[in-house]
């Protein structure tokens, strides 16, 4: 391993330098920079006492290094520095926080020309200056020196924060700007932590191949569900909580009942069966993602996207429900004919495969039959609606007779089941009382799960609903027995796992951050740490005339603001309603609000982005942007 290389810069008397030298590993390699020349110090006795200290351990002194043009202080050779610390930046004198924002963006963006991939850069500033809320008392946004957006210019996020103290480094005396004797007042002074954040531009809609009978099909991935297809999550090799928590319930569920995990296939759906949709009393045709398949030959090139290797997507399809109609010698066959183009939907529920299961000849009156995989749906931008989601579902079947007593018996470990695995990581000094409740629905024979959501420090204002409980079917299979009765428990392992785990913010389960999967150690269950701590926000208002012909579809609206922003609006507020006394046109008016929970965002992207939004409501919604 090569030995850890940390960069100093803006050092005033060397002090700083000095004292961590002597604590440093021998292996550690220390450079020391300032933006003063040698004759700057010649009235100094303390810098030049420090200078002789650091020249007898062999760390490499440079003056006159700009912190904002690092590259041309270092040869290519010289740079990947493990950690660059900067203490106390300031421009001097009165500057206002505009100039000092505009050295820590410029320091920024130097510090990506000389810092390792995995390296860290640490900024100590004096009490509120940050504008983050681990400040005591935080100052107002716009009069702080807003240092997580200025690190996002550079492509940095803040990924811990920690108290200074000057008593921690022995010897360090902190001077002031340019070594002057007015030094800074360091009380409840924060050292904060920046580490690379992934490219932001880095996530196309990528194309997918299928093949369907004889015929190769291509169809680029929905612009809202960017990176949520084919993610592999429940897979076997997988270390994703979504995984974990998914086997745990499993688990736990198969030492009361006998189990029968059945292989869920890829959640693409023929256009014919979402007639399981209405038979199921699922009113959300409106809120599927509709998928058009293209033709397209094996050899043919992709367009559009980054190819995938089909290899990996073979065995998923080879299980998909395909059109059928009577073959020869009475069989049934692959449709053919499907030219040029199909249309199919992503399942918005494991629900559509549940007539399947029961009417199927192995099935097992008493065994707990389980279905895992992700399901799709367009939904309302909410913190804990999400357009794509990991579901479990749960079928029990067994004889009329038997029904109270299965049911309870079912609903009575699961929800011992949830309850022992939302306590492991309560927050201190909350309440160890079940947090489940099975809420009966007014049909008089169904239930939803229901989790006291407060409890676990997430910013929700009422319970969260992580599941349903389902104790009748549309009709009976021709294997089923007419005595027989069914019960479905879905459940959605996201929202489950984000209140073990503690997950303020569903996206982070989506995250190609591997940084993620370091919080999880296999076997434990402990509170997660974000590593991508108070990301600015940004906000926007848009108003815009109405088509009365077209008329508004509000929850497209939302899935547009959802694709263009590639889930960075995590609010739409509906602000006010306006009808031109004339022509009586209608206008409305929404705030939407921007924010990342693992990537660096910048008010710049925010409004290109806010641009292109405006471009694509009218477009797609046949609105007037005002």
Not at 419 to 432: A, C, F, H, M, Y
Not at 507 to 530: A, C, H, Q, Y
Request: net charge neutral; with cysteine.
């Amino acid at each position: 391993m090569a030995p850890r290389r940390l960069l100093l810069v803006g050092e005033g008397n060397f002090s700083f330098a000095a004292a961590i030298s002597e604590t440093l590993d021998p292996s550690t390699s220390l450079t020391a920079t300032c933006l003063q020349l040698p004759a700057d110090f010649a009235r100094d006795p303390v810098a030049w006492e420090n200078l002789r200290r650091l020249r007898l351990r062999g760390t490499k002194i440079l003056f006159g290094v700009d912190c904002t043009q690092l590259a041309d202080a270092f040869e290519l050779h010289d740079r990947e520095f493990d950690q660059i610390c900067f203490n106390f930046p300031h421009c001097g004198r009165k500057a206002g926080v505009a100039r000092n924002r505009e050295l820590l963006f410029k320091f920024f963006q130097s510090c990506a020309d000389v810092l390792a991939e995995e390296g860290e850069v640490h900024v100590a500033l004096c009490r509120g200056q940050g504008g983050t809320p681990a400040d005591n008392p935080t100052r107002e946004w716009h009069n702080s020196w807003q240092v997580v957006a200025m690190a996002a210019l550079g492509g940095f996020i803040l990924s811990d924060v920690h108290s200074f103290s000057c008593e921690a480094v022995p010897g360090y005396k902190c001077t002031g700007y340019r070594s002057q004797n007015k030094s800074f007042q360091v009380e409840g002074a924060l050292n904060h932590v920046f580490t690379r954040s992934l490219p932001f531009e880095g996530l196309q809609p990528r194309i997918f191949r299928i093949k369907l009978g004889d015929q190769w099909f291509s169809f680029p991935e929905p612009e809202a569900l960017v990176g949520k297809l084919n993610r592999g999550f429940l897979e076997a090799s997988s270390h994703h909580p979504i995984k974990t928590i998914n086997d745990k319930l499993i688990t736990e569920l198969g030492k009361a009942f006998p189990l029968k995990r059945l292989k869920c296939s890829f959640p693409l759906l023929p256009e014919e069966e979402t007639s399981v949709l209405t038979s199921w009393n699922c009113d959300i045709l409106s809120a599927t993602f509709w998928i058009n398949l293209e033709e397209n030959s094996n050899s043919e090139p992709l367009t559009g996207g980054t190819p995938q290797d089909m290899e990996d997507f073979l065995v998923s399809f080879s299980e998909l429900s395909l059109p059928k109609s009577p073959g020869r010698n009475g069989k049934e066959e692959v449709r053919e004919g499907i030219c040029g183009q199909a249309k199919m939907w992503l399942r918005p529920s494991l629900l559509v495969h549940g007539q399947a299961v029961i009417q199927a000849p192995d099935f097992l009156p008493g065994s707990l039959h389980i279905l895992s995989g992700p399901v799709f749906q367009k939904c309302h931008i909410s913190p804990f609606t999400m357009p794509a989601f990991h579901e479990t579902l749960f079928i029990l079947g067994f004889n009329q007779t038997l029904k109270d007593g299965c049911l309870q018996s079912l609903l009575d470990h699961l929800k011992g089941i949830l309850d022992s695995l939302l306590t492991q990581t309560l927050l201190e000094g909350s309440k160890r009382s079940s947090l489940v409740e099975f809420i009966f629905q007014p049909n008089g024979k169904d239930y939803m799960i229901d989790v006291k959501s407060h409890n676990f420090g997430l910013d929700c204002a009422k319970d969260l609903i992580i599941g349903s409980v389902i104790t009748s079917v549309p009709s009976i299979g021709k294997h089923c027995s007419k005595d027989q009765c069914f019960v479905f428990v879905s459940i959605n392992l996201d929202l489950l796992a984000m209140l073990v785990w503690g997950i303020s913010d569903w996206r982070m389960l989506w995250t190609f951050d591997k940084r993620f999967l370091k919080n999880f150690v296999p076997g434990k269950i402990e509170p997660f740490k974000s590593y991508s701590l108070y990301p600015p926000s940004y906000v926007h208002d848009i108003s815009f005339w109405l088509d009365e012909k077209k008329g508004f579809d509000e929850l497209e609206f939302h899935t547009v603001a959802r694709a263009v922003s590639q889930d960075t609006v995590i609010s739409i507020q509906f602000l006010s309603r306006f009808q031109h006394p004339e022509t009586e046109q209608v206008s409305l008016c929404y705030r939407l609000t921007y924010k990342t929970c693992d990537k660096a965002l910048t008010q710049q992207q925010v409004a290109s982005m806010q641009s292109q939004f405006r471009k694509e409501i009218q477009q797609r919604l046949h609105v007037t942007p005002r």
